[in-house]
């Protein structure tokens, strides 16, 4: 995989987490520059989709089996979509909490991707 990439979502992962979490803190819904946010951390994960895709085609393979980490590769993009629209559904604090929980679990399905890909 292209780890360069796996942690630059990790990252943003966990940056989004923080800034939803002190959102939560404030007792503040998400707002649109927390959905702006998901959608650059979307963008990545699917970045990321894309080129483990793309490596698997090419012949090369993952250390621990080629459908569990396109598996993982497709949680890894849902993650955070996911957690989006449900917090449209939730306008309150909770609504917060659950994206910072959702991009939580993006970045340690990125751990996960890691260990999968490498061995």
Known sequence: MFDALTVAVA???LA?????????????PTKDWHFIG???????AF?????GVVRLTRGEK???GSVIFVSYLIG???AV???GFLSLTERTRWGSVTVAAGA???AVLEVRLYDIWKG
């Open 81 to 83: 979509p996911a957690a």
């Open 16 to 28: 989004l987490a923080a800034w939803c979490g002190f959102a939560a803190y404030r007792d503040q």
């Open 62 to 64: 993952a250390d621990e």
């Open 38 to 44: 998901m959608a650059v951390v979307s963008v990545l």
């Open 11 to 13: 990252v943003t992962a």
């Open 104 to 106: 939580v679990v993006l």
């Open 47 to 51: 970045a990321q989709l894309v080129v």
């Open 76 to 78: 890894s993009f849902a």
